[in-house]
C-alpha cells in the first residue's frame, strides 16, 4: 500500500508546544536499530521508548528507494500518532534514502534524528585518516556518508563497501559463528578497505558483531560506535529544546510488522525479560 502524499501536508509546530514526558519514537527495518535504542536508554534512563521494527520488509537495503521511502512515512506516522515528541531513523538505509521525506512529512512539528549525519560530523572533524565504510547496497548506493564526510574535511579519503549478507545473518540469529566469521573475513579482506585507519559501521545491525570485526582487525584500525555518537546527539538535541524527561519509571514499547524469535531474544536481552512485542502491520 503506497502512502497517501496528501498526508505530508501539515502544519508545522513549535517544539516548545512539546513535553518532556512524551516518548521517544525509534524505528528501524529490524533488530538493527536495537543498538541505538540501548544507548540511548543507557545515556537517557527516564526517556519513554517507542520502537518499530519493520521485520516484515527487511533488509531495507536490498528495496527499492521508493519502498524505503514508502516504509519510512507510514511508520513515522504511526510514531507521530503516538504522541512521539522526535523520531529517530535508527536505519542507515532509510536515512540515506528517505531522511528528507520523513522531514517533509513531519513539517518541522517534532525534531527527527538520522544515524549518519552526526556520525559523519564526528570522523570528520575528530579525526585525519582513511576511513573505510561497511553498509547495506542501499545506503553505499546513495554515497551519504563519504559526500557528508568530505563537505566537512574534503581531505579525508573515503572507502565504501555493500556488506549486504550481514543483515540476513545477523536476523537470523548468526552471532559468534562460524557464518558470520566467514562473512566477515570476506568483506573485510577485500582490496578497497587495506589501507583504512578507521571503520565506520554503517548500519545498525552491524555493531551487533563489532567483536568479531574488531577481532579481525585487532589494534589496526579504529571502529567507530555509532549508537554512542547518536544517542549522544540526541541527548543534546533534547536538552536544547527543555525535552529531556524526569519522570524515573520509564516505559518501554515494541511494535513489529512480523513476529520474530531473534527480535525478541535480542530486545529482552537489552530490556529485560518482561518486555512485551505487540504485532503492528502496516
Same mark, same amino acid.
Given at each position: 500500500?503506497?502512502?497517501?502524499?496528501?498526508?505530508?501536508?501539515?502544519?508545522?509546530?513549535?517544539?516548545?508546544?512539546?513535553?518532556?514526558?512524551?516518548?521517544?519514537?525509534?524505528?528501524?527495518?529490524?533488530?538493527?536499530?536495537?543498538?541505538?535504542?540501548?544507548?540511548?536508554?543507557?545515556?537517557?534512563?527516564?526517556?519513554?521508548?517507542?520502537?518499530?521494527?519493520?521485520?516484515?520488509?527487511?533488509?531495507?537495503?536490498?528495496?527499492?528507494?521508493?519502498?524505503?521511502?514508502?516504509?519510512?512515512?507510514?511508520?513515522?506516522?504511526?510514531?507521530?500518532?503516538?504522541?512521539?515528541?522526535?523520531?529517530?531513523?535508527?536505519?542507515?538505509?532509510?536515512?540515506?534514502?528517505?531522511?528528507?521525506?520523513?522531514?517533509?512529512?513531519?513539517?518541522?512539528?517534532?525534531?527527527?534524528?538520522?544515524?549518519?549525519?552526526?556520525?559523519?560530523?564526528?570522523?570528520?572533524?575528530?579525526?585525519?585518516?582513511?576511513?573505510?565504510?561497511?553498509?547495506?547496497?542501499?545506503?553505499?548506493?546513495?554515497?551519504?556518508?563519504?559526500?557528508?564526510?568530505?563537505?566537512?574535511? @574534503?581531505?579525508?579519503?573515503?572507502? =565504501?563497501?555493500? !556488506? #549486504?549478507?550481514?543483515?540476513?545473518?545477523?536476523?537470523?540469529?548468526? %552471532? *559468534?559463528?562460524?557464518?558470520?566469521?566467514?562473512?566477515?573475513?570476506?568483506?573485510?579482506?577485500?582490496?578497497?578497505?587495506?589501507?583504512?585507519?578507521?571503520?565506520?559501521?554503517?548500519?545498525?545491525?552491524?555493531?551487533?558483531?563489532?567483536?568479531?570485526?574488531?577481532?579481525?582487525?585487532?589494534?589496526?584500525?579504529?571502529?567507530?560506535?555509532?549508537?554512542?555518537?547518536?544517542?549522544?546527539?540526541?541527548?543534546?538535541?533534547?536538552? @536544547?529544546?527543555?525535552?529531556?524527561? =524526569?519522570?524515573? !519509571? #520509564?516505559?518501554?514499547?515494541?511494535?513489529?510488522?512480523?513476529?520474530? %524469535? *531473534?527480535?525478541?531474544?535480542?530486545?529482552?536481552?537489552?530490556?529485560?525479560?518482561?518486555?512485551?512485542?505487540?504485532?503492528?502491520?502496516?
Amino acid at each position: 500500500m503506497k502512502f497517501e502524499k496528501n498526508k505530508i501536508l501539515r502544519k508545522k509546530q513549535n517544539f516548545s508546544q512539546l513535553d518532556g514526558n512524551q516518548p521517544i519514537g525509534i524505528f528501524d527495518s529490524g533488530v538493527g536499530g536495537l543498538t541505538i535504542a540501548k544507548e540511548i536508554k543507557r545515556l537517557l534512563p527516564n526517556e519513554n521508548l517507542i520502537y518499530f521494527g519493520d521485520t516484515k520488509h527487511l533488509p531495507y537495503g536490498e528495496k527499492s528507494k521508493e519502498a524505503i521511502i514508502n516504509y519510512s512515512l507510514q511508520i513515522t506516522e504511526f510514531l507521530l500518532s503516538q504522541n512521539c515528541k522526535c523520531i529517530v531513523i535508527a536505519c542507515n538505509s532509510a536515512t540515506a534514502n528517505a531522511l528528507q521525506e520523513v522531514k517533509n512529512l513531519v513539517g518541522g512539528r517534532v525534531p527527527v534524528i538520522d544515524v549518519i549525519n552526526p556520525v559523519a560530523e564526528k570522523v570528520a572533524y575528530e579525526l585525519h585518516s582513511n576511513v573505510g565504510v561497511i553498509a547495506t547496497k542501499a545506503t553505499v548506493n546513495s554515497g551519504l556518508y563519504r559526500k557528508t564526510i568530505r563537505r566537512h574535511n @574534503k581531505f579525508i579519503k573515503v572507502e =565504501e563497501l555493500a !556488506t #549486504p549478507l550481514l543483515v540476513p545473518a545477523i536476523e537470523e540469529g548468526f %552471532k *559468534n559463528h562460524a557464518v558470520t566469521n566467514a562473512i566477515i573475513y570476506h568483506y573485510l579482506s577485500q582490496n578497497k578497505l587495506k589501507n583504512i585507519e578507521t571503520l565506520i559501521l554503517g548500519c545498525t545491525h552491524y555493531p551487533l558483531l563489532i567483536n568479531e570485526i574488531q577481532q579481525f582487525y585487532g589494534n589496526r584500525v579504529r571502529v567507530i560506535d555509532s549508537p554512542n555518537i547518536v544517542a549522544n546527539h540526541l541527548k543534546m538535541v533534547l536538552e @536544547k529544546h527543555e525535552l529531556l524527561n =524526569e519522570n524515573e !519509571t #520509564p516505559y518501554y514499547k515494541f511494535y513489529l510488522s512480523d513476529l520474530t %524469535k *531473534n527480535f525478541e531474544k535480542i530486545a529482552k536481552r537489552f530490556f529485560g525479560k518482561d518486555i512485551s512485542l505487540e504485532l503492528k502491520t502496516l
